[in-house]
């Protein structure tokens, strides 16, 4: 069994579409110690943002989500903050979405599912300013 990286404090601002996936997300990031606040998808991500920008440290995001995407939404973000740290998730290839969404600034990739150990590695070191 792994152990799971040491938690945190911070405030993650979680936008997925997936209830199960989003509640799960929740769960693991909740147990260690982090502040979770939800987002069914992209509009919600960007309103809860301005709602509690002050607050958030990282933006934990799905890149394929209704009515806006992760990336219209990140770009719409980083408008208001555009030093917020930013982990996408996703099922598909990380290289090819990278080149398709043309994304830019600092950003970090997750595959989903990813366990939650691979999970609170991924944020800490994102928070962290690692890769």
Do not use: W
């Amino acid at each position: 069994m792994q152990t799971p990286p040491r938690g945190g404090t911070e405030t993650i601002l979680v936008a997925e579409d997936d209830g199960a996936l989003r509640e799960i997300a929740k769960t693991v990031l909740s147990m260690h110690g982090y502040t979770v606040i939800e987002a069914a998808d992209g509009e919600e991500a960007v309103r809860k943002f301005r709602e509690r920008q002050d607050e958030v440290r990282l933006l934990l995001m799905d890149l394929i989500m209704p009515k806006m995407d992760g990336k219209e939404a990140c770009d719409e973000i980083r408008k208001i903050r555009p030093d917020v740290r930013v982990l996408f998730s996703t099922g598909y290839a990380p290289d090819h979405l990278r080149q398709k969404l043309q994304i830019e600034g600092p950003c970090h990739l997750i595959q989903k599912p990813a366990s939650p150990v691979d999970l609170l590695r991924k944020v800490r070191s994102v928070l962290d300013g690692g890769n």
